[in-house]
């Protein structure tokens, strides 16, 4: 039961790593060799949780050069993250192992914090946790029903100011993976993950057969935790969800929604508040009983898609057909083009293509990230990858909502208010050009499909900032309403059309 992956390493195997992370992860494997070799089974316990708690900061500032890298290469960067999988993978097994030779209460709740955070490094990899990984979750947690302590409190980590019960590490776990990690940037994923270790005590855990709670499992099964509604279940399936946990997450996301979005740190200093707001709506839209997106069927589909990234490229993307025709300037916005990348089509359905990711592009393919797609016949879209998720043959895909099949690139001007603060009055904008902001709109509403939206990089996004469009001789005005999304380096928003700048 407690072999969790077929062919890991055991303890004392040689780490693969190489480059700056090679020392302490070299010293972490030896520390754990020494501490799963001590013959006494307490001792070794105490030994490996020592461990647990004095290698978890040094692996999360390894984990933040994967989630946030400022250099290096992609091959650097999987490279560390294969290698924080196995020293990671060694250590759930040898808490693993220690909590099955004599199950109590302090070795069932490490074991389950150990897997947490091996389930974790899956989950920001967009890669599948084993199954192997959830049965022994389960079993560890039943066992500790089953000898009385599953909700006795406990010191499971370095701060004994913090007490948790084995039942309310198993809660964060299947909390951890019920929340569409699929649908989230890493980053968010290591958000939802300081969530769900601040609020567990809050969650709630269901006897067999109660089915209030929106979330499941299958104790005997080696099935992940997922969504209980639209389901056919057995009577030993153990119900769960976030209880009064969101009542409290809806609570901080009021009590910082009132300051300044850049002020919001609720979930610590290292993360932007831009990823930490992200994350905790994500969390909110997805802890509801009904979730706010079920992926359409996808269709098998063949065909390939050239693809850019990232806002500068995509603007000059949708810019192109204009420039063609004698419209827009690019004015070395973003310098020269992106040489686009090959993505192979598999499947689609609604408004979503299912694509595979090639290797390369694992460099920078996450959620949320913006998309310029040429498609075989010569047009381009506008698209942004919504989940990512690996395939049963082994490859990544991404699933692609198309925003736009005709975007418009355009360059606004801000219209200056009569009380703005600043030397530049609205008549010298206008006279001179400024406050130019590169936009893209989505749509304009003009058909009823889809409401105004447009993007806008993030440095310019203000709700309520009236623009003007030139179109020819004539202007058009509109005034934006509401942020849809944040992303990384842009905003995509709803809009109104407005008679004038006033």
């Not at 693969?16 to 799963?36: F, I, Q, Y």
């Not at 897997?115 to 192997?132: E, M, Q, S, T």
């Not at 084995?166 to 940037?185: C, F, G, H, I, K």
Request: proline share 7%; glycine share 12%.
């Amino acid at each position: 039961m407690l072999e969790l992956l077929d062919g890991g390493r055991k303890p004392g195997g040689a780490p693969a790593e190489t480059g700056p992370a090679s020392a302490l992860l070299v010293d972490l494997n030896a520390r754990l060799e020494a501490a799963a070799g001590t013959q006494d089974p307490k001792a070794r316990l105490g030994a490996l949780g020592q461990l647990q708690d004095t290698g978890a900061a040094p692996c999360a500032a390894l984990l933040a050069q994967y989630l946030f890298p400022h250099a290096g290469t992609h091959a650097g960067r999987e490279v560390l993250w294969a290698s924080l999988l196995g020293y990671q993978t060694r250590l759930t097994q040898a808490l693993c192992a220690a909590a099955g030779a004599s199950l109590t209460l302090l070795g069932a709740a490490r074991a389950l914090r150990a897997i947490r955070a091996l389930a974790k490094l899956h989950l920001v990899h967009y890669a599948a946790v084993p199954g192997r990984l959830w049965r022994v979750a389960y079993a560890i947690h039943a066992g500790a029903e089953k000898a009385g302590f599953a909700t006795t409190p406990v010191h499971a980590q370095a701060d004994h100011r913090a007490a948790t019960t084995v039942e309310q590490e198993l809660l964060r776990l299947v909390m951890l993976r019920v929340s569409a990690p699929d649908m989230m940037p890493p980053e968010q994923v290591e958000v939802a993950d300081r969530v769900v270790e601040h609020l567990g005590a809050e969650f709630t855990l269901r006897q067999p057969g109660v089915a209030d709670n929106p979330f499941c499992y299958e104790p005997a099964a080696e099935h992940p935790p997922r969504r209980a509604r639209g389901r056919e279940l057995p009577d030993t399936t153990r119900y769960f969800g976030p209880g009064m946990g969101y009542e409290s997450l809806e609570r901080i996301a009021r009590q910082f929604g009132g300051a300044k979005p850049a002020d919001f740190r609720a979930f610590g200093n290292d993360i932007a508040p831009r990823v930490q707001l992200g994350a905790v709506n994500h969390l909110l839209a997805f802890w509801r009983v009904d979730a706010p997106y079920v992926p359409p069927e996808h269709s098998p589909a063949s065909g390939s898609l050239e693809v850019v990234h990232g806002y500068a490229q995509v603007w000059q993307h949708a810019s192109q057909p204009a420039q063609a025709a004698g419209g827009l300037s690019l004015a070395d916005y973003a310098g020269p083009p992106q040489p686009p990348e090959t993505w192979e089509v598999r499947g689609k359905g609604g408004s979503e293509l299912g694509v595979e990711v090639p290797p390369a592009s694992r460099a920078w393919a996450k959620c949320g990230t913006l998309l310029g797609l040429s498609t075989g016949d010569g047009e381009r879209w506008t698209g942004l990858i919504r989940r990512m998720h690996p395939r049963a043959d082994g490859g990544l895909q991404a699933d692609i909502a198309v925003l736009s099949r005709a975007p418009r690139a355009t360059e606004l001007r801000e219209v200056i208010g009569k009380y703005d603060d600043g030397a530049v009055t609205e008549a010298v904008a206008r006279q001179f050009g400024t406050a130019g902001v590169k936009a893209v709109i989505l749509a304009d509403g003009g058909d009823g499909a889809q409401p105004a939206n447009l993007l806008v990089p993030s440095d310019h996004w203000s709700a309520g900032g009236v623009y003007e469009l030139q179109q020819g001789d004539a202007s058009r005005y509109l005034r934006t309403t509401q942020a849809v999304r944040h992303g990384e380096d842009y905003v995509r928003a709803t809009f109104e059309w407005v008679a004038g700048p006033g």
